[in-house]
């Protein structure tokens, strides 16, 4: 059974500093290898195309929408770790969005393996885009 509970969550923007939630804090504390590395990626294909403009537009206002998604991770003085810093809408590129075509490859597995990890190297925690 549903009900509504009467509670309306505010939809501002949240900006600039979030304390860390306790997963952020445990991978933070692992101390990985390559910090901006770490990562899960995605992949969208269409057999059809997308439209590359109401794709954009898409990611822009689900980015705007949801705070956390404009999130980078700043490295503090030394020994006190990373900070959250939830950037406003007008504080960089908020996503990065790359089309690309490899139907003229010879191997498309092997071309679409090394881009994602190019891209995937590209990440920088401390400037996002983080999407």
Do not use: C
Not at 9 to 34: C, K, M
Not at 38 to 47: F, G
Not at 58 to 82: C, N, W
């Amino acid at each position: 059974y549903l009900q509504t509970s009467g509670k309306l969550a505010s939809q501002e923007a949240v900006t600039g500093d979030v304390e860390l939630t306790p997963i952020q804090r445990w991978f933070f504390g692992q101390q990985p290898a390559d910090v901006h590395h770490s990562n899960q990626s995605v992949m969208l294909y269409r057999k059809e195309r997308f439209d590359e403009a109401v794709l954009r537009v898409t990611m822009k206002k689900i980015t705007e929408h949801h705070d956390a998604l404009r999130m980078v991770f700043r490295l503090q003085e030394p020994g006190s770790g990373y900070a959250a810093w939830n950037r406003s809408v007008d504080e960089g590129e908020l996503f990065s969005l790359e089309v690309l075509d490899f139907s003229g490859a010879m191997d498309i597995a092997e071309v679409v393996e090394a881009k994602a990890m190019a891209i995937q190297g590209s990440i920088n925690l401390q400037q996002g885009p983080l999407i």
